[in-house]
């Protein structure tokens, strides 16, 4: 009886793990990744939450003007996307941009 206690038990921890809603993630957990992917002193006012995949930015940078580099990173535990000399179109600025995945949602920040 108690084997059978303990493999219902196992199971049912198991299912709720499945279909439970992933951990929300905080602010602080946000910007401790882009902390450590060298953007310090940020705050949530400097990112923007994006519901674009990491795959469509990668997607969309070839379309852009110009993108120098493409590098996969991770940071924190989130994977993440660097893009470097980013000029979406003929004439603007180029910058840099960091897109970190964070499950649900991507926040991205460009210099």
């Known amino acids: ?3 059978l206690l303990t493999t219902f038990c196992y199971w049912n921890s198991l299912l709720e793990i499945l279909i439970m809603e992933p ?3 905080t602010e602080d957990q946000i910007l ?3 902390e450590e992917a060298g953007h ?25 003007s110009e993108c120098a580099e ?3 990173k ?8 660097e893009f ?6 003929p004439g603007q600025p180029r ?7 964070f499950g649900k949602t991507r926040y991205a920040y460009k210099i």
């Open 74 to 81: 991770e940071y924190s535990g989130f994977k993440s996307v």
């Open 84 to 89: 470097g000399g980013v000029q979406v179109n």
């Open 23 to 25: 951990k929300m993630i």
């Open 1 to 3: 009886m108690e084997f």
């Open 40 to 64: 310090e002193y940020l705050d949530m006012d400097d990112i923007v939450e994006t519901k674009e995949t990491l795959d469509d930015f990668k997607v969309s940078a070839q379309t852009w």
């Open 95 to 101: 910058y840099a941009l960091t897109v970190i995945d």
């Open 70 to 72: 493409i590098h996969d």
């Open 32 to 34: 401790a990744a882009f």
